[in-house]
């Protein structure tokens, strides 16, 4: 399936602040189907409004676990006041990740 605008978006964003060596989206919004909140940006089910993140960056060495979130919340801050509802992040070095 193809990325959403939104998820383009935030791939994007990430990409320059951390230029990560691994990123994965998940867009995970079919799985709140029904709910008050889902929709995204286009209020179409499934519609980018949840997504898993899984980011290994060197720029979050010396950070504890609720800076790096915070630096991802910082980077998505539009996306997160508008359509993205939640976002779950794993924030890790390339050390802590294995490689």
Do not use: C, Y
């Amino acid at each position: 399936m193809p990325e959403g605008p939104i998820a383009s978006i935030m791939r994007e964003k990430l990409t320059a602040a951390f230029q990560p060596t691994r990123l994965e989206l998940e867009d995970d919004s079919w799985r709140h189907a029904g709910h008050h909140h889902e929709g995204g940006m286009d209020a179409q089910p499934g519609g980018e409004s949840h997504f898993n993140l899984t980011i290994v960056s060197q720029a979050f060495a010396g950070m504890g676990r609720v800076q790096r979130q915070r630096s991802v919340n910082a980077v998505l801050a539009a996306e997160l006041a508008g359509p993205v509802h939640a976002l779950s992040i794993k924030a890790r070095t390339p050390d802590e990740a294995g490689g």
